[in-house]
């Protein structure tokens, strides 16, 4: 960016652009406190309502967050590293750990407001797990808090006529989770298939991941399936774009 462009960037955006580079750089650390809506008033002869313009680009971005009555700081929240592929090893679920132990390292990871029930499929459902409309569905729906903060909603689709009576249709689907269960009841599935789109979130998910306003959210559409080609499960993610990093590695 020229310096002619950048002098055509509103104020606001070019004081959240200093910010940014000295939080970058480190002189501003995790935990430690910017420069407050005063502060940036006098240091750049700027309006209040350009100043809290510029800290509120930050907390878009994911790099700060408010604190009521202390003012604004940088995040010390590590993003959680999302590894696509290895987390979905046969190997990992079949041998009693969770997809979901591949991501959290030494982390406290919480799933909270779990919800199982059943309910008629809808098109979408139906559609992906080849059912008829408004046949039966087991849906399990949960929070993920990790590190004391909401990153994820999951709710999973399976046929209720396939798990109804066994650990699936459960709040604990005992280790290894519900695709050892699957694999349990003849059902073990061997390919997945994931959709990833961006979207903003609903005031539903804006509440419950306790998003910061205008930060977007990350849908992940997951299929399994079984070696002769049955989708035995839909899985569908909203993720917290600000707290995640979605890595895929594979050979080429």
């Avoid at 004081?15 to 910017?34: M, N, V, W």
């Avoid at 809290?52 to 604004?72: H, N």
């Amino acid at each position: 960016m020229t310096d002619q462009d950048s002098a055509r960037r509103p104020k606001y955006q070019r004081i959240a652009d200093e910010l940014r580079t000295a939080i970058q750089s480190g002189d501003f650390a995790p935990g430690d406190r910017l420069p407050g809506e005063n502060d940036l008033m006098t240091r750049y002869a700027v309006a209040r309502m350009t100043a809290r313009q510029a800290l509120s680009v930050l907390r878009t971005e994911g790099l700060t967050e408010a604190r009521k009555g202390a003012g604004v700081f940088v995040r010390a929240f590590r993003p959680l590293r999302r590894r696509g592929i290895p987390r979905l090893s046969g190997e990992r679920w079949g041998s009693g750990r969770s997809v979901w132990s591949a991501d959290m390292e030494d982390r406290d990871l919480v799933v909270d407001q779990i919800e199982v029930g059943e309910t008629a499929a809808g098109a979408r459902v139906a559609g992906a797990l080849n059912l008829a409309p408004g046949a039966p569905v087991c849906v399990r729906s949960r929070r993920f808090v990790l590190d004391a903060r909401p990153v994820l909603l999951s709710v999973s689709y399976l046929s209720a006529e396939l798990v109804r009576g066994t650990p699936i249709a459960e709040r604990d689907t005992g280790p290894g989770g519900t695709y050892a269960r699957l694999a349990e009841l003849g059902h073990r599935p061997v390919r997945f298939r994931e959709e990833i789109r961006c979207r903003m979130p609903t005031a539903e998910e804006s509440d419950r991941l306790a998003l910061d306003f205008g930060t977007p959210v990350v849908l992940i559409g997951r299929t399994a399936f079984t070696g002769p080609g049955v989708a035995v499960e839909l899985n569908e993610m909203t993720l917290d774009s600000s707290a995640y990093v979605l890595e895929y590695d594979f050979e080429a």
